[in-house]
C-alpha cells in the first residue's frame, strides 16, 4: 500500500450548502437513528465530516439551528469527552441537554426499553445513549419516534470514528488512501474505525492479539464496502508488521468497560501490543498516534508517545464536539434554519 503524502489543510471544492452530499444526507439523515457507522453511505460519512469542519470553521453560523430542541443523554457507563462534548454541542447550537445517569440502574430494568422509549420521545427530541449491551440501543431504536444516537455500545462507538476521520482530513486533507493501523482490542471502537475507514476508502490494517480480533459480521461488512471504495482491510496479529507504512497509529485501552473482570488476563497478553517509540518508529515518519481515550499511560500506550510530537489523541477529543455537533443538525434538520442554507 503506497504511503499518503501529508497535504496542509482540507481542500473545499465546492460550498457546505451547495454540497450534494450534504443536501443528500440532510434530506435522508433528518429524523433517523445512528446506532452503527453502517446505517450511514459513504456521502452520508463524507457530509457528516464536511459539515463538521465547516461548523468548526463558523461556529455562529449554526447558532441558532436547534432552537428548542432537547436532547437527554442516557449513560450506563462513566464518560468524560462524549457527554461534555455533546452537552456543549446541542448548547451551541441553541439547544438543551439533560443528563440522565444509568450507571446505578441500566436501561431496561425499572421498565422496559420499549416503554422508555415510549415515554421519552414524547418530552425530548433526541436521545443519546451509552451502553453495555448494543441491544438496548437498537431496541430504544426500534420503539423511539425521535432519533437514537449510539454514543458508545460493547459492539460499537461510531461517533468516536467520525470525529477521528474528521480530524485525519485535517492533517492530510483526505482520508482516502491513507494507511490506517489499529494495533489493540478487537472491540467497539475498532469495530466503528474499521467502518468509517472503509466508508471513506482508507486501507485499515488491525493487528491484535489471538482471540481478540473484531467481530466477523464487522470485518465481513467492512470488506464489503472497502470493495467498493476501493481501499482494504486487512487483520493481523503482528503489530510491527501492522504498523510499517501506516500514515496513522491508533490504539485503545485493552480493558474496556464492562472487562474489567478480565484485567490480569488481558494485561499480559496486550503488553508486545503496546504503542511505544519502538513501535512508531517503523511507522512512516510522518505517522500520527491516536487515542479515543481515556488512556491507561504507560499500558497501551507510552507517555512519550501520547505526550509527544506525533500524537493528535486531543485534537481527536476535541472534534467529538464538531463532528457531533454536524451529526446533529443532520438527524434534527438544524439546516433548514441556518439562513446560509436557505
Ligand atoms: N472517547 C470517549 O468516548 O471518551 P469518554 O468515555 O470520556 O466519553
Ligand atoms: N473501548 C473503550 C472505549 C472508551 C471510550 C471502552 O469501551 O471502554
Not at 465546492?14 to 433517523?32: F, H, S, T, W, Y
Not at 425530548?124 to 449491551?133: E, K
Not at 467497539?188 to 492479539?209: D, F, I, K, R
Not at 512508531?280 to 499500558?299: E, I, T
Amino acid at each position: 500500500m503506497a504511503s499518503k503524502t501529508m497535504i496542509e489543510s482540507q481542500n473545499i471544492a465546492v460550498p457546505v450548502q451547495k454540497d450534494p452530499d450534504i443536501l443528500a444526507a440532510a434530506a435522508r439523515l433528518a429524523g433517523e437513528d445512528m446506532c452503527s457507522v453502517a446505517d450511514l453511505s459513504s456521502g452520508e460519512v463524507r457530509a457528516i465530516l464536511k459539515l463538521g469542519h465547516e461548523v468548526k470553521r463558523n461556529p455562529r453560523e449554526y447558532r441558532h439551528a436547534l432552537d428548542a430542541k432537547q436532547m437527554v443523554l442516557m449513560f450506563e457507563k462513566a464518560s468524560l469527552r462524549t457527554r461534555l462534548s455533546f452537552e456543549a454541542g446541542i448548547n451551541t447550537l441553541g439547544g438543551s441537554a439533560i443528563f440522565v445517569d444509568q450507571t446505578s440502574s441500566p436501561l431496561g430494568e425499572r421498565e422496559s426499553i420499549a416503554d422508555v422509549a415510549r415515554n421519552v420521545e414524547r418530552w425530548v427530541d433526541v436521545i443519546v445513549l451509552r451502553t453495555y449491551a448494543h441491544d438496548t440501543i437498537t431496541e430504544m431504536a426500534a420503539h423511539s419516534r425521535v432519533p437514537v444516537i449510539n454514543a458508545l455500545s460493547d459492539f460499537e462507538h461510531p461517533c468516536q470514528a467520525l470525529a477521528d476521520f474528521m480530524t485525519i482530513e485535517e492533517r492530510f486533507g483526505t482520508a482516502a488512501g491513507i494507511n490506517f493501523t489499529y494495533v489493540g482490542d478487537g472491540n467497539n471502537v475498532c469495530h466503528s474505525l474499521m467502518l468509517t475507514g472503509a466508508q471513506l476508502g482508507a486501507n485499515v490494517t488491525v493487528a491484535t492479539p489471538r482471540g481478540y480480533s473484531p467481530d466477523i459480521e464487522i470485518v465481513t461488512l467492512a470488506r464489503d464496502i472497502a470493495l467498493a471504495n476501493n481501499c482494504e482491510i486487512r487483520l493481523l496479529q503482528d503489530p510491527q508488521a501492522a504498523v510499517e507504512g501506516a500514515d496513522a497509529v491508533y490504539t485503545d485501552v485493552c480493558v474496556s468497560m464492562g472487562f474489567e473482570h478480565e484485567s490480569t488476563k488481558r494485561e499480559p497478553i496486550f503488553r508486545p501490543f503496546q504503542v511505544n517509540e519502538a513501535l512508531m518508529a517503523k511507522a512512516s515518519s510522518h505517522a500520527f498516534f491516536m487515542h479515543c481515550l481515556p488512556a491507561r499511560r504507560n499500558a497501551e500506550v507510552t507517555d512519550a508517545v501520547l505526550d509527544g510530537p506525533q500524537s493528535i489523541a486531543f485534537d481527536q477529543a476535541e472534534n467529538r464536539l464538531h463532528a457531533q455537533k454536524a451529526l446533529l443538525l443532520l438527524l434534527l434538520g438544524g439546516l433548514a434554519n441556518t439562513a446560509s442554507f436557505q
